[in-house]
């Protein structure tokens, strides 16, 4: 059974630093490509970040481009999300999701939300 455990949201304030993790399970990490996907209330899912298997190969939201940072420790089945000079536009549930894209497997996702 997959399992996917997002972990590190909460509130902060525009300009401050937040990091997610996501734990994996029952899946071949280290073979897997990897994605973070937000939603915030009321839109479409939003995949803002990917990385490959090997950790190499990322890729970046206009949005996010220059403020998020994705990375993966395939020793621990950990998937990283570093967020750093958060806006009030980034408040969203962020998912862990197994794959390129918005469509694989996800967790329950973590709550972001920034606000003054």
Request: aromatic share 6%; glycine share 14%; proline share 3%.
């Amino acid at each position: 059974e997959v399992q996917l455990v997002e972990s590190g949201g909460g509130l902060v304030q525009p300009g401050g630093s937040l990091r997610l993790s996501c734990a994996a399970s029952g899946i071949s990490f280290g073979s897997s490509d990897m994605s973070w996907v937000r939603q915030a209330p009321g839109e479409d899912p939003d995949c803002i970040s990917t990385i490959r298997s090997g950790g190499v190969v990322k890729f970046y939201d206009n949005s996010v481009k220059g403020r998020y940072a994705i990375s993966r420790d395939n020793a621990k089945n950990t998937l990283l999300l570093q967020m750093n000079s958060l806006k009030h536009d980034d408040t969203a549930v962020y998912y862990c999701v197994r794959g390129l894209g918005q469509f694989g497997s996800r967790g329950q996702g973590t709550q972001v939300t920034v606000a003054s």
